[in-house]
């Protein structure tokens, strides 16, 4: 079992930044790969981000490339999310996800997070 637990979340004018954390516990964290997806109200969970367990591969949505950064700390069983040039539409609950491979298919992830809300204010 992976535990995870996202913080980071706020409330934030457009144009802002916010960095989000995931922080793991339980199986070793740096034999996942880890994954950012989120919900906005009335919608479906949908991809954002996610890199490999070595953090060499990273892949983007479409709508946050250039804006969005996955990193993570093996050492420190810690992944990051930072978020530039939030937009309003970049309101959701975002979530962690850790599994096997770096993947943009939410079925694909075997451990959640409890999810954290980002609020972006035009």
């Known amino acids: 079992q992976v535990q995870l637990v996202e913080s980071g979340g706020g409330l934030v004018q457009a144009g802002g930044s916010l960095r989000l954390s995931c922080a793991a516990s339980g199986r070793t964290f740096s034999n996942y790969a880890m994954g950012w997806f989120r919900q906005a109200p009335g919608k479906e969970r949908e991809f954002v981000a996610s890199i490999s367990w070595r953090g060499i591969i990273t892949y983007y949505a479409d709508s946050v490339k250039g804006r969005f950064t996955i990193s993570r700390d093996n050492a420190k069983n810690t992944g990051y999310l930072q978020m530039n040039s939030l937009k309003p539409e970049d309101t959701a609950v975002y979530y962690c996800?850790?599994?096997?491979?770096?993947?943009?298919?939410?079925?694909?992830?075997?451990?959640w997070g409890q999810g954290t809300q980002v609020t972006v204010s035009s």
């Open positions: 996800a850790a599994g096997p491979t770096a993947q943009t298919i939410i079925n694909k992830y075997d451990y």
